[in-house]
């Protein structure tokens, strides 16, 4: 199931098989580079995920910095499992993001689990 951040409840963390966080990478261009605060604040409010898999990705339209890093740790500090990371750039504009290219990174991601039987 895919579900914005914003409609991610607790239950459905806990009958998830994988979680995978997506997020627009914000900042001044070259500084002060990070994921979404709204993203960021999701992140903070999550529950313990007890090595729960999960795989991490940003959008960007000049350079996604530390993006994924500070996701896949805010991960990673509640217990889940981060099997993967990518970062998708838009060259300039965040209409021209290759949304084929997320969703085959998410495909991948969930075939590795169903084969490393974690799901």
Known sequence: ?????????????????????GSWTEGLV???????????????RLPRMAGKPAAVFCTYAVAPKGTVTEMKAMLEAKGA???????????GEPTNIPVPDVHNFAKAIAEAVRSLSYA
Request: net charge positive.
């Open 81 to 91: 499992t981060v099997l993967a990371t990518a970062a998708f750039g838009g060259h």
């Open 30 to 44: 070259v500084t002060r580079v990070h994921p979404a605060k709204a993203a960021v604040k999701w992140l903070e």
């Open 1 to 21: 199931t895919t579900l914005p951040l914003g409609k991610v409840q607790a239950a459905d963390l806990a009958r998830a098989d994988l979680v995978v966080v």
